[in-house]
């Protein structure tokens, strides 16, 4: 299993940056985490090779959800052709919409914002979240399959509900946070994984309630569930400084690999540790 960050900034893109957003593909499957805004234009890079086979946004924050208009715009027009005998743009059956996985509540928040640009003249390309997305609100403790990805998420500790999620691909596991606080829901849904991909948004504990990890927190977690290796992400800066000072404060608590995910370098996932329950 391979994952390519798109995009690693916790708010908006910066310094050429994007949002979050992550590719997880195997050589069977192709899964996108998370469509923070910026990310939509580094995906496409990817999208004349492999199709996507899912989509599965954490939760409704811009930083996390705001390019699924633009990649579902992309999608689309994959997905639409010229009738040679009207001239009109009509569906090709034969290519599917990709499944797209979102937090309860979420799709009517997306209706309503492809319905802020309409297209009069061709109403087909409006139609980004039935026709080139088969959208599926999920609940935490939900699983699923994707060719062969396995699926868990769960309900992790965030202002806006936020699901982690667990992928399986044969002894490869990966457990990604998208945002959340201290919980004890984070170690177990890590339990023995391969690669940890967490965030590591502040340098001084939350005591807001908003939800977010500092880098030793993220070590903590990544400690007690004992998983091979941590992934660092979800940054307030693009400073490498900064960055660096999380990965050495995460290092000092947890004693396996501790990287920083960085836009468009492929990390290869970490093989799961132990057996552990669905």
Request: aromatic share 6%; hydrophobic share 40%.
């Amino acid at each position: 299993m391979q994952l390519t960050p798109l995009g690693v900034l916790a708010g908006m893109p910066s310094s050429g940056q994007g949002s979050s957003g992550y590719l997880v593909q195997t050589s069977a499957s192709s899964l996108l985490l998370d469509a923070g805004p910026g990310t939509a234009l580094t995906l496409s890079r990817y999208l004349d090779d492999r199709p996507l086979d899912a989509v599965f946004i954490s939760h409704q924050h811009s930083d996390h959800i705001y390019d699924l208009l633009p990649l579902g715009k992309m999608l689309l027009g994959r997905r639409l052709h010229r009738d040679e005998r009207t001239g009109e743009l009509a569906v090709n059956e034969a290519v599917a919409a990709v499944p797209l996985f979102v937090p309860r509540g979420a799709l009517k928040a997306l209706v309503t914002l492809a319905q802020l640009f309409p297209v009069t003249t061709h109403p087909l390309l409006d139609r980004s979240f039935d026709l080139a997305f088969d959208v599926h609100e999920y609940e935490p403790g939900e699983t699923h399959t994707v060719n062969d990805l396995a699926l868990r998420f769960e309900l992790l500790q965030h202002v806006s509900p936020n699901c982690g999620i667990r992928i399986g691909a044969g002894d490869d596991s990966l457990v990604y946070t998208g945002d959340t606080g201290v919980t004890d829901a984070l170690p177990a849904l890590a339990e023995g994984a391969g690669t940890l991909l967490s965030e590591s948004t502040l340098r001084e504990t939350d005591r807001s309630g908003h939800g977010h990890l500092t880098a030793t927190e993220a070590a903590d977690a990544a400690r007690a569930a004992g998983v091979a290796e941590l992934v660092l992400t979800h940054f307030s800066s693009t400073d490498a400084a900064d960055h660096a000072w999380h990965r050495d404060r995460a290092a000092r608590i947890f004693a396996g690999p501790v990287s920083i995910a960085q836009p468009t370098i492929p990390l290869t996932v970490a093989a799961t540790q132990k057996k552990v329950s669905a």
